[in-house]
Structure formats: C-alpha cells, structure tokens
C-alpha cells in the first residue's frame, strides 16, 4: 500500500485494482463551463477516478478548455491523445474534430464519419466506455443544447453502470440533461456542487456491496425469493428465471444507490417503499435496443426474408413476433426491411408484426412511432427521409409502416406464444434468462414457428439443446431455420383435445403439429373416410406421430381404454394389456420406415378373457395429411369347425393350446429383446456423444486449471511485490521520522513564534516562544484556540483566522501585547501535499525594535519640516528626476500656486507654462552626480500668476543613507528690483 493511498482524506476513495478503475465520462456543452468550474471545484483533489470530459468543440478552431480546467482542479488536465492510456486522477479532454472511444481503457481517436452539425461525440463516447468498462462505467450529463448523451446513457444502464443529470433548473441550457432525465434512466438529478460527494460514495461503496448481497448464500437467497415476490405482487411479473448474476448486479445498483450495505435492509426499504420497487421492476427490464442494431446481422438477416418472401404468393401473409421488443425501434427496423423486399419484389403480401413487451411504458413509446433526433446516429439518411417524418425535433414512423404492427402486453415465460409465424426476432433477452427458462422459452419458439420459419437471436445466444429443432443459416449473426422437432414440442407443450372436425390451420394451432403444406382448410372427417374405405374399414383410428388420437372410426373399446388418472387421448396409454408394447413398437416402425407395419395374432386381455387381433399401422400419404398415421385393429374370429380364420390355428387339446401360448409369448419376448437392444444402442450412442462432451468439459477443466495456476504464480509476483511496496513504505516511514525530527529542532531553534491550528481552529502544534504570547501548555493542544487567553491587543484575531480559511487567503498585520511590543502578525492556510486546506499557520515577527527606529525617523521628519515651514524665504525639496517633493508655504505664497499643481510636478514647470532655464537644467544635471552645491545662481523669467521676476537660487544636494539615493533642497530669494 502506498503512502499516497495510506493516507486518503475522508471520503476519498482508491480503486483496488488498475482494471476495476471507474471511468467517468462527463457530457456538457453550450453553458457547460459553468457546471464544470463549479463541479471540479467541489471534487477532491485525489478522488481516485478518471474523468473523461466531451464537449461539443468546434472542429476549426483549436480547443484552450485543457488550460481552462487547469484552474478550477488539481486533478491532471490533459487534451486525450491516440493511444493514451486512462489513469487514475485525471482528466482527458476531447479534441476538436475528434471521435473519442475507450478500448481496454485506452483512448482511440478517429476522424469522424458524419458532417459537421450531425455529430454526437457524447452518444459515441458512452456506448464505447460502456462495452470497455461496463459496470465501472459512469456518465454525467451537464448543460447543452439538443439530446446528445440520451442514448448513450441507455448503454451505460445495460452495462450496470450510473447515470448523473445536472438538476435542469441549474443549467444554462437544460436540452441534454432534460432528455436524459425524460428516459427514466437517470439515478440522481442534482446541482453540478453537490455531485461530486454523491458519486465519490457511490464509487467507495460500490465493491462493497456486491460482497454483501452475495454472502452468507443462503440468507440472500431467502431475501431474493421475497424480493421476486414482490415484485410479483406488483407488477404480476416473475423474476425468479432470471440469471443470479444479473439480478444482484441490478440490485446491488440500487442498493449502492441508497447507500445500502445489506440486503435485508434493502428488503425492507422496498416494503416501506413501494416506488422503488417501480424502479428495480424498471432496472430488471433492462430496455436497450435501437434501430438496426448490430448492422451486419440485419444484412443477413434480411438476405433470409428475402429468399422467405420468394416462397410466398400474393394471397398468402407473412407473420412476425418481435418478444422483448422494448421500444419498438427493431420492430420497426424489421418492418422497414420487410417493406423494401415487397417492393423489389412487387408482391402484395399481407404483413402482421406483433411486438410485445412486459414494460407497458416502453410499449407506449412504441405505439406512438416516435423518436428523438439522435436516431440519426443510427438509421441512414435515406431511411429516414423515406420512412420517418420529421417535426418538432422528433422523428415519426411512417403511416403505412405503423400500420404493419400490433404491439401489446406479453410475457414470454407466462403467456402462450403467438402462432403459424414465419418470422421470431429475440434478441438479446435469452442472455438475462438461467437455462431452465431459456429452454422453455426456446421450446415456445419451435412450437409457434412454421416449419422453415426464421428465428433470429442476439450473437450471444444460442438454440440450446435444440439444435435438432433448427437449422443454422448464420452461425455468427444466430439466424436459424426452424425444422418443427416435435419430440422437443411434447416435453414443454400442453396438448389440448381437438375437436371432431376442424381445420388443419387451427389444428396446427391447438396441437403443434408438423406444418401441412397447404394454406387452405381442409376436412379432416373427408379425408378420414376417403383412407378407410381404402383398407376395407377396419376399427380405426387417425393419430398423429406421437400418439394423439385425432379422430376414431368404429368402436375400439376392444382395444383401448381410458387410463387413470387425467385425461388423455394418447393412444398408446389407452392399449389394453398385450397390446401396449406392440402398438408403441409398430408405430415408431412406421414412423421411421415411412411404410405400413403388420403385427399378426395379438393376444389381447379383453373383460376377464382375451381376443385375438391383428394391428396395421400405416401413414397417410396424401399430401395434405402428412405427419398422420392410421391404425387399424382387426379381430380375428373362430368359426364353428373350431378353426380360427386367417391364422389356421389348431385348438384340439388344451396343451396344444398352451405351446401355442408359450410360442407367441415367446414370439413377442424375442420382439420386446430387438427392441430394448435398439434402444440400448441408441441409448450407448447418447452416452457416448455424452462421454464426448463429458472429455471436452474435462479438457476445459484442465485449461481452467492451468489458468488458476497461472494466477496462483501472479498472485505470488504480486506478494513479492507487496513485499517491496512494504520495504519502501518502511523506508518512507523512517524518512518522515527524520524529517519529524528535523522539524522540532527547527522550530526550537528559531525565535519566531509560531501556531498552527486544525480546520476546527484547535490548537495542533506551537513553538516555544509562542507561549509568550498566547498562554499554551502541552495540554492545550487539540482544545479550541478560542478558548485560550492570549497578551494581544486584537479583538477580531479569530474572526481573521476563519476568514483566511474560509477564503483561502492570508493575512497580515502589526499587533501590539499588553506589554507594549509590537509583533507582524501573518495568518496563513495550512496546505497538505494534496493541495488541500487543512487548517491555518500563524507567524509572529517581534518588530518592536524597527517600530521605534520608525518612531524616531518620524518624530525627526516633523522637526525638520517645523523648520522648514518656519523659513520666510521660499524653500523646495526636489528628488533624483527634479520633481517637487515637499515645498513651505512662502513658495506658494510667493508663486500663487496649489499643493495640487506643485506636488510631484517637474521644476521645469510653474502653474501651466515651462520655465525657460535651460541652463540652470544642464547645472544641475552637472553637479548633482558630483554631490556638487549651488550657490546665487540668477533666474530672470516672466513667471505665471506673478510676472516678471529675478531670483537667486541656492542648492545642495542631500544624500539619504539606507535607500542610496539623493535629494536636493532648493532655496529661492526675489531680488527683482
């Protein structure tokens, strides 16, 4: 630990790592310098953050706000250079014509791309610091015209980070910070003074809390569970899927922002107050999206609706769900799209695009279509000329676009999904969910989309272990086509019963069937009779690939039964005993093989006897009944010769009838045994592409190991370095012992009396002599120097002391004791190394001596100027430059003039006009260096205000010991006749 970090002042704050730095990115611009002055001067000097500050700069004139801010901070102010790394206690200024973005804390400068007016460095800026720094990331958003910074923030709460507004009342320009605070993203509104101490507890508090909300385990879990409740019991939305890591995150934001350190106070700060659970419900949402986001993966995604809107007819619709869709700007992004494809391809197709989310504040903004002016930075000029309107600032989705979308209320993990889609846009919400909920949510998706319907994800998510249910058409951009997995469709959706006639278009709805390749509707009843007519109608009945029975022919209370317990339709479950196995066999048989299955002599336990039957199973081939099987079960009868028809069983005695029953039990053993074998074969398979991923996670773990190893030997490098730091810490520490002691002797030595005093005005440290004036023992130190009597004769000495402090200024001035000394006393604010005023020094400088030196010298300045007022004849004192110093009152009285046109004039001039006596010039500019006299020197002139006249002068120069310079006394008598 350094001794700058060892000793921090209260309330400032040191990172623990160089990585964990928190950057904050300040945002300002017309009226902005105001702010900035006022919020520097109220940072501490040492806050252990890096500031980045973007203003809007003209990009032709050179930028002067580094040496501007210079001024109003100690922090380190530099202009940002390519390259340059961010560091702790300073601040980085943008260059003019400049782009500014952060990538692993270090500056990257660009050229920027869009013209001069349409810039918003601020936006750029906060969407890089937020990917670099993300939670570290923190925005402050000063005064400024427009609503630059209003999406960038947006990133920086994706991020975790925090966002600051300057209170718009406060602002010279309330544009920025107003648009920011619009966006309810905005965690405090405050004056530019009163932010630092906000954001420096934030910033001290902020790795504290996330340890706190995550231990002891149990006990958070326990909280987080009656946190999610109530959520729940207000808004009707569960949480309880979300990642962990997620959500303590964003709860350990709240709880920083509230300065709250454990989280069963902040459970109980919720149940006080019901408004923050608004705004966690707000924080959980997470609502950033934007138009087009991630540009390249709506260029391919658009190369796969084009080749979707190829297959489709004019007749035919086109069907997409936006889940999650926030805003509504992808909703409308995809809309765009879709409408450039129907027009290059001149096809008048019917377009429905539901987006849905469970932020109804969010939808709002959607349903209305409008946005503000920064969308710019995102949507090409072309775009929005064609598709938007612009008024007001603010940029309105076309009519005929608006009408192409349905937005309302859904919850993904709740609500059943909407159906027969072609289309399913979700981006970037899976990523939130844990993997029980990603599943679920995956399976809906499967079960609503058309076969061959396109599921477009965010780049970091995935189909899971669905990977059989889709196929991959972009494996960098997560666009999928669907291949309708049913065996993944039964284990997450609830089949409900069909009714007897339908359509198929509804009875894809109801069931989740494969797609039938047919947008017409069609009689399921018709198709039924056509089939069974076909096969000599047999008890029969339709079902689908995985065993629902959809329609029955005849009576098949012979064969199937209901089971217990909730009721089903599956036909499998419904078999009667000896023929469950065979009839579960034969249809994957038929399923797999594509062909009709024939089991012959079933023996089937019918009202305490049994029956023989024979099974066929066989899929429908008609085109339009495709993922459909027909089973038909044909009993098999005795006859009145004792032989039973078609399988020439002999029954003659009761033992043959017996071998018989043990061959077809037999029989139907060594069927069961194939079965079981494939099934086992199938089940090694799964286990060894298990084994497969089980040596992956294996090899991962060995990396993962490696890498600890790796750390354990950095964290080593690190020990050893902390045992330098340590050895230079000792050496400092022996440094300021010397110099403590240098100190003491220094002020034992001297003779002046010194005090210093805390920023409380307590008494910290006095030298000796300083008891001689001001009555101090060892004691005394720490108490209020008030309260100590001192031998001065200063009545506002404490009053003076605050002032100095106050303003940080000094003091100075002559006291005089009791005793009649006299001391220069000088009070001045005491500055630690941090350049912060941590109290006053005060000096005494005994004068008394000098102060009578100065008493004599005047008291002999007033004796000789008695005399020379006292003196009838005209008598001037001129210095070095001729200029009147002093004259006696027969010079005024004798040339009628002023003190105020004498004092200080050449003697070259009388009242208004020059003396012509240039020749009593050259004398004295001859003799004055020689230290020469002047004696009856004639002057004969026409003077002002008294005429004609001829004076004598008389000289002699006076020289004045300690200042080394000289003077000259002139005397002047009139002898005019």
Request: with cysteine; net charge negative.
């Amino acid at each position: 630990m350094s001794k700058k970090n060892k000793n921090k002042s209260k309330g400032e704050i040191t990172p623990k790592s160089p990585n964990k730095l928190p950057v904050v990115a300040i945002g300002a611009s017309a009226g902005g310098l105001d702010a900035l002055k006022k919020f520097f001067t109220a940072m501490s000097p040492d806050p252990g953050m890096a500031f980045v500050l973007v203003q809007h700069l003209d990009p032709t004139h050179e930028s002067t706000l580094a040496d501007l801010m210079s001024r109003y901070t100690p922090l380190k102010v530099v202009q940002a250079k390519d390259g340059m790394k961010v560091e702790s206690d300073y601040l980085y200024i943008i260059p003019p014509n400049k782009d500014m973005g952060l990538m692993n804390r270090t500056i990257q400068l660009m050229e920027p791309v869009e013209p001069h007016g349409m810039r918003l460095p601020i936006n750029f800026f906060l969407k890089n610091l937020a990917e670099d720094q993300k939670e570290r990331s923190i925005a402050i958003i000063f005064s400024g015209f427009g609503s630059d910074g209003t999406i960038g923030i947006k990133s920086i709460k994706a991020a975790g980070g925090m966002v600051m507004a300057q209170d718009p009342a406060t602002a010279d320009s309330n544009s920025m910070p107003a648009s920011a605070i619009q966006t309810g993203l905005v965690d405090f509104i405050l004056p530019p003074e009163e932010m630092p101490e906000k954001l420096m507890n934030y910033v001290e508090s902020a790795h504290k809390t996330i340890k706190k909300i995550i231990t002891p385990k149990e006990e958070t879990e326990r909280a987080l569970q009656k946190i999610f409740m109530l959520i729940r019991n207000r808004t009707s939305h569960d949480f309880s899927y979300y990642k962990e890591n997620t959500v303590y995150r964003r709860i350990s934001r709240r709880m920083n922002i509230h300065q709250i350190e454990n989280i069963q106070t902040y459970l109980r700060y919720l149940q006080e107050n019901p408004h923050e659970i608004d705004i966690l419900f707000k924080e959980l949402l997470i609502n950033v999206t934007s138009f087009f986001r991630d540009e390249k993966s709506f260029d391919s995604f658009k190369n796969s609706l084009k080749e979707l809107i190829k297959q489709k007819l004019d007749v035919d619709n086109l069907r997409v769900w936006v889940p999650g869709c926030s805003s509504g700007e992808e909703v409308y992004s995809i809309a765009i799209i879709i409408h450039e494809l129907l027009e290059e391809s001149g096809k008048n197709i019917d377009v429905q695009i539901f987006g849905t989310d469970i932020d109804i504040d969010a939808l709002t903004t959607a349903r209305s279509g409008t946005y503000p002016i920064t969308i710019a930075e995102d949507v090409s000029p072309e775009l929005l000329n064609k598709y938007f309107v612009k008024k007001d600032n603010v940029f309105t989705i076309r009519t005929d676009i608006r009408e192409m979308v349905v937005f309302a209320p859904h919850d993904v993990l709740i609500d059943p999904p909407f159906t027969k889609l072609d289309v399913l846009s979700c981006r970037n919400l899976l990523i939130y969910l844990n993997g029980e909920a990603q599943q679920k949510v995956i399976s809906n998706f499967n079960y609503a989309l058309n076969k061959d319907g396109i599921l477009f994800l965010g780049p970091s998510e995935s189909v899971g272990e669905f990977v059989d249910a889709f196929n991959v058409v972009d494996k960098k951009w997560k666009i999928f086509k669907c291949v309708k997995s049913t065996e993944f469709i039964r284990r997450f959706v609830e089949v409900h019963p069909i009714p007897r006639t339908l359509q198929l278009s509804n009875f894809e709805t109801g069931i989740g069937l494969k797609q039938l390749n047919t947008s017409k509707s069609v009689n399921i009843v018709n198709l039924a009779e056509k089939e069974l007519l076909d096969i000599y109608v047999p008890p029969s009945a339709i079902i689908t690939d995985f065993g629902e029975i959809l329609y029955i022919h005849g009576r098949l209370g012979n064969y199937l039964e209901p089971a217990q317990g909730k009721a089903k339709l599956n036909i499998v479950e419904m078999a009667r005993e000896g023929l469950k196995f065979e009839l579960n066999s034969s249809i994957q048989n038929a399923i797999s093989k594509k062909s009709e299955i024939v089991v012959e002599g079933l023996r089937v336990k019918n009202n305490g006897g049994h029956i023989f039957i024979n099974l066929n199973v066989k899929p429908l081939e008609l085109e339009t009944t495709k993922g459909l099987l027909i089973v038909s079960f044909e009993e098999v009868s005795v006859d009145k010769n004792g032989k039973k028809d078609k399988m020439k069983l002999n029954m003659v005695t009761k033992g043959d009838e017996r071998i018989r029953e043990l061959e077809s039990e037999l029989n139907l053993t060594k069927e069961r045994l194939n079965v079981t074998i494939e099934e086992m074969k199938s089940s090694n398979e799964e286990l060894r592409s298990a084994n497969e991923e089980l040596q992956s996670m294996n090899e991962e773990s060995q990396s993962t190991n490696e890498e600890l190893e790796t750390s354990k030997e950095e964290l080593q490098s690190i020990n050893e370095e902390m045992v330098t730091v340590n050895n230079e810490l000792q050496m400092k520490i022996d440094e300021l012992t010397q110099a403590t002691d240098d100190m003491n002797n220094l002020f034992n030595s001297t003779e002046i009396a010194i005090i210093f005093l805390d920023r409380d005005l307590n008494i910290r440290r006095y030298t000796k002599e300083a008891t001689n004036l001001i009555k101090m023992i060892e004691s005394d130190v720490g108490r209020p120097f008030s309260d100590i009597a001192t031998n001065l004769k200063y009545d506002n000495f404490t009053d003076d002391i605050q002032q100095v402090m106050d303003r940080v200024t000094f003091k100075e001035t002559e006291i005089e004791t009791e005793d009649g000394k006299w001391f220069q006393t000088r009070i001045m604010p005491y500055k630690t190394f941090k350049n912060v005023i941590d109290g006053v020094v005060i000096t005494f400088n005994n004068i008394t001596e000098r102060k009578e030196q100065i008493t004599d010298a005047l008291d002999a300045l007033e004796l000789a100027d008695s005399v020379v007022q006292t003196v009838r004849e005209p008598l001037l004192v001129l210095d070095s430059k001729m200029k009147v110093v002093s004259a006696n009152r027969s010079f005024y009285q004798t040339f009628k003039v002023t003190p105020e046109n004498t004092i200080g004039k050449n003697l070259y001039i009388m009242g208004d006009r020059q003396w012509d006596i240039t020749s009593l010039r050259n004398l004295l500019e001859d003799i004055l260096p020689k230290k020469a006299d002047l004696k009856d020197f004639v002057v004969e002139d026409d003077f002002p205000n008294i005429g004609h006249k001829k004076i004598i002068l008389n000289a002699r120069q006076i020289y004045q010991k300690g200042k080394g310079t000289s003077m000259i006394l002139l005397a002047m008598e009139d002898v005019t006749p």
